[in-house]
């Protein structure tokens, strides 16, 4: 019986980027330069960058490691909501960051921060118990950024993640931060390495179960988030990809009917049910329904960390532990 546990790392990414951003001036424009204001529509509303912002604020991890993936760390006021052990490549940086909340900071921690740029990939961020309204934050002089794949209205955004809008997403807040050469070396050499892991995947007719948490009630991927992109990339099924919700609420008994060929574990660290992949192993080894599988009796397992299951910087070293473990699975 083989269980896959697949370690992603950044190198190649961080190869690029490596030196940038280490002292205050190191990540500013070129010397003498007068960088123009940067106007663009993000998920409907108007955000306009007067200059690249020198107090950032990222209001969790997958902004964060964006920003510090692009040597942005010297830039950046605070960061918060903290759901997965940082990057390894990237932890020096990010000690380097201010911790303003464990999950979201108030809008008036936020305020007291005196941020000049407000980046979020959830729309939880902007509550009016978090940082508040992207639109009352521009009133005050702070343009705030959000994902396009997480937007207010979801009609101003995109409707499914993929990898294009993954990649044009980094390179938006490169330009915004007047790091465009940055942008475009990350992007590069992610698309270098999904290039890599879609040519060594198996390509065989494969069904994937992404289960995210719960044992009670398993939250699993559906259609138009992260996972339904790697499968797409890998030429895989999702067991759940007639789903129209991104998370449905499954049920134990339809899983054992859709019966997956291999089961994807996202490993949580925040300590709940049937977060952590060895709990999910142990759940689906000791549940009367879930044993029976044949992916479960076979121990067909690939575990990647929870935030990799949402689009960031990590979402190709995703793609790069399904294809290493799909692979390993098939010898």
């Known amino acids: 019986m083989k269980t896959i546990f697949v370690n992603g790392a950044l190198v190649a990414v961080l190869a690029v980027t490596a030196g940038c951003g280490s002292t205050g001036e190191a990540a500013g424009p070129a010397s003498g330069a007068s960088p123009a204001p940067v106007a663009i529509t993000n998920c409907g509303l108007p955000v306009t960058v007067p200059a690249p912002p020198r107090r950032a604020l990222a209001m969790e991890q997958n902004a964060t490691e964006i920003m510090l993936t692009l040597g942005l760390a010297d830039r950046m006021i605070g960061t918060s909501y903290q759901t997965d052990p940082v990057l390894p490549e990237l932890a020096a940086a990010y000690g380097k960051v201010p911790v303003l909340a464990k999950l979201y900071p108030a809008r008036e921690a936020v305020l007291n921060a005196r941020p000049d740029f407000v980046y979020s990939t959830f729309t939880s961020a902007y509550a009016s118990d978090a940082a508040g309204a992207r639109k009352d934050l521009a009133g005050l002089g702070v343009p705030a950024y959000l994902s396009r794949f997480a937007c207010e209205d979801p009609g101003t955004g995109e409707r499914a993640v993929t990898f294009d809008g993954i990649f044009a997403e980094i390179t938006e807040i490169a330009t915004v931060f007047g790091v465009a050469d940055r942008g475009a070396a990350v992007v590069a050499a992610q698309r270098a390495r999904l290039d890599a892991a879609r040519q060594a995947a198996p390509g065989a007719d494969t069904s994937l179960l992404w289960y995210y948490s719960g044992t009670k009630t398993p939250y699993v991927a559906g259609a138009g988030g992260l996972p339904a992109a790697i499968s797409t990339q890998l030429g895989v099924r999702n067991a759940y990809g007639d789903a129209k919700q991104t ?47 044949d992916a479960v009796r076979n121990g067909r397992f690939i575990t990647v960390a929870g935030s990799s299951m949402d689009p960031s910087v990590r979402s190709v070293t995703a793609v790069e532990q399904v294809s290493s473990g799909l692979q390993e699975l098939d010898r």
Do not use: H, Y
Request: charged letters at 30%; proline letters at 6%; a negative charge.
């Open 247 to 293: 998370w449905p609420a499954g049920n134990w008994e339809e899983i054992a009917a859709r019966d997956p060929d291999v089961i994807v574990l996202a490993d949580l660290t925040r300590g709940g049910d049937g977060d952590s992949a060895q709990s999910k192993i142990d759940f689906l080894r000791a549940n009367p329904v879930t044993s029976k599988l």
